[in-house]
């Protein structure tokens, strides 16, 4: 008799139960202060300075009084209230008080310079902004006016219109959270703009309920006694706000927080030392620069407990690695900023291996589908698809209605992204369908090549796109970042050529290398071959 999947148990097991009435504020916050003020929610660690310990009881104060302020200037049902902050308590507080106000949180990355900041905000037509000096400096310099801002606060002191945070704070007030629907909206994330410009992502409230099981499923039972987690991502990205911060503390686990504004792969390692980091987020481009860190400092004593990884897909490389140098196996997720978390590894449930992200979590049903909206053979490369409803869906894009119906066919969310099952049912990911090249005859997916030339030893990072080509169509052409001390040259790049064809086949290799300084990122760390591909 076969053993029991448990993956599969669970998933045949599982249903939704989703409350009548949700409040985030309250799941994330007010739930554990009322129970235990005291109760640490976050940990900040800025360089040079010790922990500072923020409680479950001070994140409800705070959002209490920052919430009276915003009503008393108007902010209230509906409103966006843009959240410019880098990691830290302040952050959170001012997610809690949106909430309580039924306004929605409309987080933006402190990396953005002036254009993309301004472009979010009006087209948000956020009516009020939580920012700190950085964020206020950047405001500065955005030459289009703001018709919307009407409130602007600042966590550094009063400057010019801003309102002095620490002011409101001690000035007191009170807003308890009131419980809508968990369908109403309560969270609009930004779109990274891998494929085009941003769009704001509208979810209902239930979007954090619906991360939670697949959240403890790559979090091995999250949580359990003794755990505190931990990511180097923006709060503002979809990964860091759903995929580990908001979800640990519904559970009650502190987060430790970093307002750093540069990710330092050496540093996150001794950050996870000193602090005792038990569960991590960690997207692959970071996981990809922590393994470049030599010596004993390139491996943890104290091994993390639960680690997931998200954002772009997993180098195999990287999978084999993580296990060694971080104590655990890496669980891989794979979704959007529109519906996210609906495909994982799982280790402990015996769902893990290299090169594929993994299955459905329980509670979504994920498919991929040809251009007619058939089911892919196994093997036969597809888009993913995700059956409507489900709770992580988006409602919409925001002022976009039209863009918003092209993303659904029958039922189903299209993503654009390219993959195929194989016989187990595991899911591979081959890349965005407007990334995918078309050699010879041949789709060939860029991730499989930028893995592969990353395990050469002087490449720090690849990306790979198409180039137009009047014979082939076209031909694949590499984009290589080099590690410290390897140079440039006509014979690396033919050696680079030759390494892939070796390993992989002669019709992915790159037939162009090119060698930059570095490459194009999104402040999510996604690559954006959209840019690679317009430079040619």
């Not at 949106?98 to 993309?116: C, E, K, V, W, Y």
């Not at 050529?497 to 002669?506: C, I, M, N, P, T």
Request: proline fraction near 8%.
């Amino acid at each position: 008799m076969a053993a029991a999947d448990p993956h599969e148990s669970l998933r045949r097991r599982f249903r939704w139960r989703l409350p009548a009435r949700f409040s985030i504020a309250e799941a994330i916050c007010d739930r554990w202060a009322l129970r235990s003020p005291g109760r640490t929610a976050l940990l900040t660690k800025r360089p040079g300075e010790p922990l500072v310990a923020t409680s479950y009881g001070a994140l409800r104060d705070a959002s209490q009084a920052l919430a009276a302020a915003l009503a008393r200037r108007g902010v209230g049902r509906g409103d966006r209230v843009a959240i410019f902050l880098p990691q830290g308590a302040e952050a959170v507080a001012a997610h809690v008080a949106t909430s309580r106000l039924r306004a929605i949180a409309t987080p933006l990355a402190l990396a953005f310079g002036p254009d993309a900041l301004s472009f979010r905000l009006r087209d948000s037509g956020a009516r009020a902004l939580v920012t700190c000096a950085a964020g206020l400096a950047r405001l500065r310099q955005v030459d289009e006016p703001l018709p919307a801002l009407e409130t602007i606060v600042s966590t550094d002191g009063a400057e010019g219109d801003a309102l002095d945070y620490a002011a409101l704070l001690a000035a007191g007030g009170g807003v308890e959270p009131v419980a809508g629907s968990p369908d109403d909206p309560a969270l609009m994330i930004y779109t990274s703009g891998t494929t085009g410009p941003p769009k704001g992502a509208l979810h209902a409230a239930r979007v954090l309920l619906g991360h939670l099981p697949g959240f403890r499923m790559t979090h091995d039972g999250f949580p359990r006694p003794g755990d505190l987690a931990w990511t180097p991502a923006d709060w503002a990205w979809a990964g860091g706000l759903l995929n580990l911060l908001a979800p640990a503390l519904h559970h009650g686990v502190p987060v430790v927080a970093q307002p750093a504004a540069k990710f330092d792969p050496a540093g996150a390692f001794a950050l996870i030392e000193e602090t005792g980091v038990r569960n991590a987020f960690i997207p692959p481009t970071a996981l990809r620069m922590m393994a470049q860190v030599e010596g004993p400092g390139g491996r943890l004593r104290a091994p993390l407990r639960s680690l997931v990884s998200a954002g772009e897909r997993l180098s195999e490389a990287a999978f084999e690695w993580a296990p060694e140098a971080l104590g655990a196996p890496v669980n891989e997720v794979y979704g959007q900023t529109e519906c996210n978390y609906v495909l994982a590894s799982a280790a402990a449930l015996g769902v893990s291996k290299p090169g594929f992200t993994g299955k459905p979590v329980p509670g979504h049903r994920v498919a991929v589908l040809d251009q007619e909206g058939r089911a892919c053979a196994p093997g036969q490369a597809g888009e993913i698809c995700i059956r409507a409803p489900d709770p992580v869906m988006f409602l919409e894009y925001w002022r976009q209605p039209e863009a918003t119906a092209a993303r659904f066919r029958d039922g189903w969310l299209t993503t654009g992204d390219q993959a195929l099952v194989d016989e187990e049912g595991y899911f591979r990911f081959l890349g965005r369908d407007d990334d995918v090249i078309t050699s010879s005859g041949y789709r060939i997916g860029p991730s499989d090549i930028e893995d592969c030339l990353a395990r050469h030893p002087a490449v720090a990072l690849a990306a790979v796109v198409g180039k137009p080509d009047p014979l082939r169509t076209e031909i694949v052409k590499a984009f290589v970042q080099l590690r410290p001390g390897a140079s440039p040259s006509a014979e690396l790049a033919r050696e680079l050529s030759r390494f892939v064809r070796e390993r992989l086949s002669a019709h992915e290799y790159p037939r162009e290398v090119a060698f930059v300084e570095a490459l194009p990122l999104t402040t999510t760390g996604k690559l954006i071959r959209r840019a690679l591909r317009d430079a040619e």
